[in-house]
């Protein structure tokens, strides 16, 4: 079955304490990308991927880093992770680098810093 | 700057009744437009899509928006609401970079409430 998967699904943890949130994709898609959803907010992107070692910033990526060393997969990574990292976490992917396919999401990841 | 908005944050509508949620964008050159749904504790599944052609585009479980350029839209509608449609709607515009990179830009969402 063709799908975005995302580990854990849950996760409750403390300040400062380095996490990591995989995602991987069954599709062989190349772009990827992490974004985060709050309340009132929409979905805001942390960061993109348009290939393997190939990674830029999105909107909000303070606090967060990525790497692309597969095609398939696409972790997050929290450093020292924060109360306001506090947040719904997805990951997606979409073939092509054009933006004119869809994106696949994952099933996300409900993350509480406290 | 390319931007999305979704000036309704809860529509809400009895069920047999057509439905409407709105997007309105802004954004430089010919504009590539999505909607998502969210079900609760799910990830977005995609609807459809405006990238050129017919302004009214056809998508899954019923639904089509139509893309109107003069007053930058693309209002989601479908023409009889099921209590199953309940859920959180997302409008999105592709933001295409000058690296030739692209980003998703998405309004805040439109929860829809379909009532028996």
């Known amino acids: 079955e063709a799908q975005v998967t995302q580990n854990p699904r849950y996760l409750i943890t403390v300040t400062g304490k380095k996490l990591t949130v995989t995602c991987s994709q069954n599709?062989?898609?190349?772009?990827m990308s992490w974004y985060r959803q709050d309340p009132g907010l929409g979905l805001r992107q942390i960061y993109y991927s348009m290939n393997v070692e190939v990674t830029d910033k999105g909107d909000v990526p303070e606090g967060y880093k990525v790497s692309r060393k597969e095609k398939r997969n696409f972790p997050l990574i929290l450093e020292s992770p924060s109360p306001n990292q506090t947040s719904l976490y997805f990951c997606?992917?979409?073939?092509?680098?054009?933006?004119?396919?869809?994106?696949?999401f994952g099933p996300g990841t409900r993350l509480t810093v406290l | 700057a390319q931007s999305v908005a979704q000036p309704e944050d809860q529509v809400n509508v009895a069920e047999g009744n057509p439905l409407t949620v709105k997007c309105t964008y802004s954004v430089s050159g010919n504009p590539y437009l999505f909607w998502y749904v969210q079900y609760p504790n799910r990830g977005l599944q995609f609807l459809l899509k405006y990238i050129t052609g017919d302004n009214l585009v056809k998508g899954s479980y019923g639904f089509e928006a139509e893309f109107n350029k003069s007053q930058t839209s693309f209002h989601l509608k479908k023409p009889s609401a099921l209590v199953s449609d309940s859920a959180l709607y997302f409008c999105?515009?592709?933001?295409?970079?000058?690296?030739?990179?692209?980003?998703?830009?998405f309004g805040s969402g439109t929860r829809l409430l379909v009532r028996p």
């Open positions: 997606a992917s979409s073939p092509g680098t054009s933006g004119i396919n869809e994106q696949f």
């Open positions: 999105a515009v592709r933001d295409f970079r000058m690296d030739s990179s692209y980003k998703l830009i």
């Open positions: 599709m062989n898609h190349e772009y």
